[in-house]
Nanobody, 116 residues
Framework: VQLQASGGGLVQAGGSLRLSCAASGIIFSMYAMRWYRQAPGKQRELVASISRLGTTNYAWSVKGRFTISTENAKKMVTLQMNNLKPEDTAVYYC???????????WGQGTQVTVSS
């Protein structure tokens, strides 16, 4: 099983980035997909999630700015991040969770840095 995240980088405040996470080795449609982030010195936090049925949820801090979506045919989950703020700076991780079997997998993380 592999979750390969990409798309991080350095952007100015107010800019946009699009993170992608390609999954392999799992039946993608059986998993809820989530993006977490971890800033230096802080705990990892859930940013956005999308259920198997397409229901989305967001942390209050990113609601209205971030959009999570999946492409089942490509086994991919994306996180479109708009109007980025310096406090969005963190390593972002994709996560796949099967609530039936409780199998859970993590990607390697991708760095997002927002300059003021």
């Amino acid at each position: 099983v592999q979750l390969q995240a990409s798309g991080g980088g350095l952007v100015q405040a107010g800019g946009s980035l699009r993170l992608s996470c390609a999954a392999s080795g799992i039946i993608f449609s059986m998993y809820a997909m989530r993006w977490y982030r971890q800033a230096p010195g802080k705990q990892r936090e859930l940013v956005a999630s999308i259920s198997r049925l397409g229901t989305t949820n967001y942390a209050w801090s990113v609601k209205g700015r971030f959009t999570i979506s999946t492409e089942n045919a490509k086994k991919m989950v994306t996180l479109q991040m708009n109007n980025l703020k310096p406090e969005d700076t963190a390593v972002y991780y994709c996560n796949a969770m099967n609530y039936g079997s409780l199998e859970e997998y993590w990607g390697q993380g991708t760095q997002v840095t927002v300059s003021s």
